[in-house]
Structure formats: structure tokens, C-alpha cells
């Protein structure tokens, strides 16, 4: 009788299959794969975590700087001329906080642009290239001289991109003058911020 039943049901399309499941035990749940995705979103989280903490922070006139490991760009630019020991006395707070100088370029000014020949972007595009751990720029500069007439909106977009894809804070240091409201907004963004040395 079971062979006869067999058979019928192997001659209508479908039946047995149905009735195979219908046979079959509950399907329960399985806890493993919660369990690995929890352990995955775990180990993430304390990355991150570990990785936050690593982070060192300074006090430079009154602003607090967070980072690790710091790409430095100091103008050099004839305007620049007398300041040397206000750019070193900078550079002394972030070393005693522990924190990396790893990299450290002149620049031969402060213009948010890849085209002029005053500009910081350049430097700042290569300095981040050549160490994907930096997740600090400190630019130091005297914003003077009119350089931040020659930003463009196109280069203002890339480094703030490259800094948020990066997860990279800018700060813009002034031994000088105050900088125009494009920096601050870039730092901003960023989670950094404008320092007033004066």
C-alpha cells in the first residue's frame, strides 16, 4: 500500500514534495547565526572603541587637539618670518602629549586650492596619501597675505571629502591672523578646529 501511494504521488507533480514537508519535522530557528552577527557587531564596536581610546589629545591655546599620528604643514612663505618660535613652542605641546609628528612638510601657503602656487591642498592630498594612518593635519600658517583668495569650491570639496572618508580632523593653526570662514567650516566637518595663537 505505502509502494501504490508512492507511486501515485511521484505521478502527480508536486504532491510529494508537499508531502514531504508536510512529514518533516519543524524547521527551528538556528541561534548561530544571531550569535555570530552580535559577535561581529561586538568586535567592531571594540575596535572602535580601542581605537578612540588610542587617540591622544593636546591643549593648544585653549583648544583641545585629538590624534595620533599628525601630518604637520607649516607655511614657509616670506610672511612667515618671525614666527618660527611660536610654530615650535605648538609643535612642543603635541609631542609632550604623546602625540606622533609623523610627517611634517612646508608649504608655501594657505590657499584652499590644486592650482595656485600658495596653496595648502596639494600637500595636505599627498601628505594623507602617503600615510593612510594619519588622522590629524595640523596646519600651522599666519593667514595673511590674501593667499584664501584663491580657493575654489572644487578644492574646498575634495579636502573636506578626503578628511571625511579619511576620518581626519584639521586644524588650522594661526600664528597670525584670523581665518577666513571657509577654515572654520572645514574644521568643522571635520571635528577639528581654527587655533588663535595670538
Not at 514531504?20 to 519543524?26: A, G, H, I
Not at 591642498?121 to 593667499?147: E, N, T, W
Request: net charge positive; glycine share 8%; hydrophobic share 45%.
Amino acid at each position: 500500500m505505502l509502494g501504490e501511494l508512492r507511486f501515485r504521488c511521484e505521478r502527480i507533480p508536486g504532491t510529494r514534495r508537499r508531502l514531504e514537508r508536510q512529514l518533516r519535522p519543524p524547521h527551528k530557528p538556528s541561534l548561530l547565526l544571531p550569535l555570530l552577527v552580535l559577535g561581529v557587531v561586538g568586535a567592531v564596536a571594540s575596535s572602535n572603541r580601542d581605537l578612540a581610546s588610542t587617540a591622544r589629545a593636546a591643549m593648544v591655546f585653549g583648544t583641545e587637539v585629538v590624534g595620533d599620528r599628525v601630518l604637520v604643514l607649516v607655511d614657509d612663505s616670506g610672511s612667515m618670518s618671525g614666527t618660527e618660535d611660536a610654530v615650535q613652542a605648538q609643535l612642543t605641546r603635541l609631542r609632550a602629549a604623546g602625540i606622533e609628528l609623523s610627517h611634517r612638510t612646508t608649504i608655501p601657503g594657505f590657499a584652499l586650492s590644486v592650482t595656485d602656487s600658495y596653496a595648502v591642498a596639494p600637500a595636505l592630498i599627498q601628505g594623507m596619501a602617503a600615510d593612510r594612518a594619519i588622522d590629524m593635519v595640523y596646519v600651522l600658517s599666519d593667514f595673511s597675505a590674501g593667499d584664501d583668495q584663491a580657493n575654489d569650491a572644487a578644492s574646498i570639496a575634495l579636502v573636506a571629502r578626503l578628511l571625511r572618508e579619511r576620518r581626519a580632523r584639521v586644524y588650522w593653526a594661526s600664528v597670525r591672523d584670523v581665518p577666513a570662514p571657509v577654515y572654520y567650516d572645514v574644521a568643522r566637518e571635520s571635528g577639528g578646529a581654527v587655533i588663535l595663537t595670538r
